[in-house]
């Protein structure tokens, strides 16, 4: 569970990670009130939304061929680790 939330918040902060890598790059400190303005901060979030979106369905479509998940068990007194069949 906490792998798909981190997966989706990480996707949607990289339009905001990769605007401040660009000031930085223009040699402008990126924490600056005025870069941040609201129409920035609104294309910014919504990019983020897009992307978010964008990678969770991509995600969700790529692991489909994936199988059914069989947890580790015992098998005959023996651990058998979790698989996928």
Same mark, same amino acid.
């Given at each position: 569970? &906490?792998?798909?939330?981190?997966? =989706?918040? *990480? %996707? #949607?902060?990289? /339009?905001?990670?990769? +605007?401040?890598?660009? @000031? %930085?790059?223009?040699?402008? &400190? /990126?924490?600056?009130?005025?870069?941040? @303005?609201?129409?920035?901060?609104? %294309?910014? =979030?919504?990019?983020? *939304? *897009?992307?978010?979106?964008?990678?969770?369905? =991509?995600?969700? %479509?790529?692991?489909?061929?994936?199988?059914? +998940?069989? /947890?580790? @068990?015992?098998?005959? !007194?023996? *651990? =058998? /680790? !979790?698989? #996928?069949?």
């Amino acid at each position: 569970m &906490w792998r798909a939330i981190v997966e =989706t918040a *990480l %996707l #949607f902060l990289t /339009p905001f990670v990769a +605007y401040a890598i660009f @000031h %930085l790059l223009q040699r402008r &400190w /990126p924490f600056v009130r005025e870069l941040w @303005h609201g129409r920035i901060v609104s %294309l910014l =979030t919504i990019a983020g *939304l *897009l992307v978010a979106i964008v990678g969770v369905v =991509t995600m969700g %479509l790529t692991r489909l061929n994936q199988g059914a +998940y069989v /947890p580790a @068990h015992v098998e005959n !007194g023996k *651990l =058998t /680790p !979790g698989r #996928f069949e």
